[in-house]
């Protein structure tokens, strides 16, 4: 069974910050690209960042200069690097993966796969 897992979240004061990391595991065959979005109370869903296998990054502009995204793809993990963090960026954080997996010896593209979601909390 494939999981993305979360942790690094949790309460910080304005101005802090926080490390998120997402580990995939699993028949894995490959990691196509992996991204973290948020989402508030009673807003959508929105991208944070993303990374592709060749590295190409992207971000929201509401986290440029203060986020940065990274991936160790020898653990099959991403990390969500997060300074100088604002009440607005308050939130449940979900890791989003584009995968290729091995299922009864065939490859199967599975490009929506999300994590269970872990909460940012920030406030004085």
């Known amino acids: 069974q494939v999981q993305l897992v979360e942790s690094g979240g949790g309460l910080v004061q304005p101005g802090g910050s926080l490390r998120l990391s997402c580990a995939a595991s699993g028949s894995i065959f490959s990691i196509n690209a992996m991204g973290w979005y948020r989402q508030a109370p009673g807003k959508e869903r929105e991208l944070v960042a993303s990374?592709?296998?060749?590295?190409?990054?992207n971000y929201a502009d509401s986290v440029k200069g203060r986020f940065t995204i990274s991936r160790d793809n020898a653990k099959n993990t991403a990390y969500l690097q997060m300074n100088s963090l604002k009440p607005e960026d308050k939130a449940v954080y979900y890791c989003?993966?584009?995968?290729?997996?091995?299922?009864?010896?065939?490859?199967?593209?599975?490009?929506?796969?999300w994590g269970q979601g872990t909460q940012v909390t920030v406030s004085s």
């Open positions: 990374i592709t296998n060749g590295g190409r990054i």
């Open positions: 989003n993966a584009d995968l290729t997996l091995v299922q009864a010896g065939t490859l199967v593209d599975e490009p929506d796969y």
